[in-house]
Nanobody
């Protein structure tokens, strides 16, 4: 029923910024109070990894060490959306970025806890 749609990806140079947006839609879409909305990414030949997550109710945020201090996840409750502000991008950030929802309220980084996924948006950082 629920659909998560990512947007904002593209090609940028090293050191530049991008902001990704994840819009949660659906006529009967429901976000539970303890849901976590998270961002994951997967580069070619690599496993999918956790990037950032935010609890819907309490706005508690957690970041992967690789992006901490550079990326910021934001919640827009009224719009049913989350964003990922990415600063000082590096070639190592090149990946498909996915938005997902975790209904468990715990283990931000555990992708098995997420039960809804978007289709992904490509971010490419050139040197």
């Amino acid at each position: 029923q629920a659909q998560l749609v990512e947007s904002g990806g593209g090609l940028v140079q090293t050191g530049c910024s991008l902001t990704l947006t994840c819009t949660l839609s659906g006529r009967d879409f429901v976000i539970y109070a303890n849901n976590i909305l998270g961002w994951f990414r997967q580069a070619p030949g690599k496993v999918r990894e956790f990037v950032a997550g935010v609890t819907w109710r309490n706005y508690k945020r957690l970041y992967a060490d690789s992006v901490k201090g550079r990326f910021t996840i934001l919640r827009y409750a009224a719009e049913n959306a989350v964003s990922l502000q990415m600063n000082n991008l590096e070639p190592e950030d090149t990946a498909v970025y996915y938005c997902a929802r975790n209904p468990s309220g715990t283990l931000y980084y555990d992708e098995t806890k997420y039960d809804n996924w978007g289709q992904g948006t490509q971010v490419t950082v050139s040197s």
